[in-house]
C-alpha cells in the first residue's frame, strides 16, 4: 500500500475539477462535485474497512500481517478522515457564510 495514495488522489481530483470544460448548466458541475465528493468517501471508507479487516486478521494471529501493516493501515484511514473532518467544515463554513450574506 502507498502511503501517498490518498494526497496523490485529492491531487488528482483538484487538477480534474479545474480542468473541467465550464459547463452551459450548472446541472454538470454540480454531478461532477457530487461524483468527486462520494468517490472521496467511498475511498475514506474503503481505508478504514481495510485498517479495521487488518487489525481483526492481526489479533487473531494471521501470520500474514504484521503490526507495522496494522500500525500503517491505521494511520492512513487516520489522516483520510481527519482530511474529510477538516474538508467538511469548511464546507459548513462556506455555506453559514453564504446563509449570512445580505440579498
Known sequence: ?????F?????TMMLEASNTATAPSG???GADFNDMLT???N???GLQKTSGDLQ???????????????MIARNK????????VQIRNKL??????LMNMPV
Do not use: H, P
Open 1 to 5: 500500500m502507498r502511503i501517498d495514495g
Open 7 to 11: 494526497s496523490g488522489e485529492m491531487r
Open 27 to 29: 446541472a454538470k458541475v
Open 39 to 41: 468517490q472521496a468517501l
Open 43 to 45: 475511498n475514506v471508507n
Open 56 to 70: 481483526t486478521r492481526f489479533d487473531r494471529g494471521d501470520a500474514d500481517v504484521s503490526l507495522s501493516d496494522v
Open 77 to 84: 484511514s487516520s489522516v483520510a478522515f481527519e482530511a474529510t
Open 92 to 97: 459548513v463554513d462556506a455555506y453559514k457564510e
